[in-house]
Structure formats: C-alpha cells, structure tokens
C-alpha cells in the first residue's frame, strides 16, 4: 500500500516539475499576461526585421509601432524583465526614437549587465550616433560570449 501511494507521489512530483519546466522555458516572464504580450510583440518584431531586409521600411516600421504597443503593456506589468526592456529599445530605436530607446536598454543593463541582445543593440545605437567608443564598450562586454551578437556588433564597428 504504503509502495503505491509512494510511486503514486513520485509520479506526480515529476509530473508537476515537467510542466514547470515546460512554462518556464517558454516565457521570462513570472505571468502569463506579460508573457503573451512579449511573445506576440516579439512576433510582431521578426516579422518586421524580415521586412526591412526586403526593404518594406514603411510595413516594418507599423509592426514595430505594433510591437511597442504590446511591449509598453508588458513593461507596466513587469519592468524588471530585461527581455521586454531590450525589444523596447529595439523597436524605439527602429521607430527614430534612439533617446528613448537609449534610456531602455541602459536600464535593461542595470538589471542584467551581460544582456547578450541590449549589449549588441545599444552598440548599434552608439554607431548610429556617432559614438564608436562607446559601441566598442559594448562589444568588449561580448567579447567571451561566443554568441551572434559579438559577431553582428563586431562587423558593424569595422565597417565606421
């Protein structure tokens, strides 16, 4: 009896761990809500950078204004989430808005001063504005990750 009830336990602890698990890989975020809003705003961004490679700046440029709608929501809910505060940045620096976007992804930084993503972003950021030192700051943080963005970051300083 006492086996049943002992494998019966078991059972159910892997169980619940296996959908934890499921849930949390999917998602950064600790809600549900927060994280619907993310993913459909991150779907709305890789849309529009498909677009802009096939130089649809106009249809990209809506998605993206889509995509801050849903990440704004996001951020009221949670703005802890260096996730959301990296796709902010992105989509306000995609939209013209570098200032802001510039403020986003510092404060992304605070929380998560290796944010692969927000390093590579906000040193395109800093191309963009004419501060190449401050990309190569960016770049140096990168530097052991052997990740793409090392790689996309480091290609854009040499071309300036």
Avoid at 10 to 20: D, M, P, R, T
Avoid at 29 to 42: F, V
Avoid at 83 to 99: E, S
Wanted: hydrophobic share 35%.
């Amino acid at each position: 009896m006492y086996k049943k009830i002992f494998i019966i336990l078991i059972a159910v602890f892997i169980f619940s761990q296996y959908l934890e698990n499921s849930y949390g890989a999917a998602t950064d975020s600790s809600n549900g809500y927060e994280a619907d809003l993310y993913g459909e705003a991150k779907k709305f961004i890789l849309r529009a950078k498909k677009l802009e490679k096939k130089n649809k700046v106009e249809k990209a440029t809506k998605l993206y204004s889509k995509a801050l709608k849903k990440l704004s929501q996001a951020y009221k809910k949670d703005k802890k989430n260096p996730d959301i505060l990296n796709y902010l940045g992105f989509a306000l620096r995609k939209t013209g808005k570098l200032d802001e976007a510039e403020k986003y992804y510092l404060e992304g930084l605070k929380i998560k001063p290796g944010h692969h993503g927000i390093n590579e972003y906000l040193g395109e950021l800093y191309i963009k504005t004419n501060r190449l030192e401050l990309a190569k700051e960016r770049l140096a943080v990168l530097k052991n990750c052997k990740c793409e963005e090392y790689d996309e970051l480091k290609e854009l300083i040499e071309k300036n």
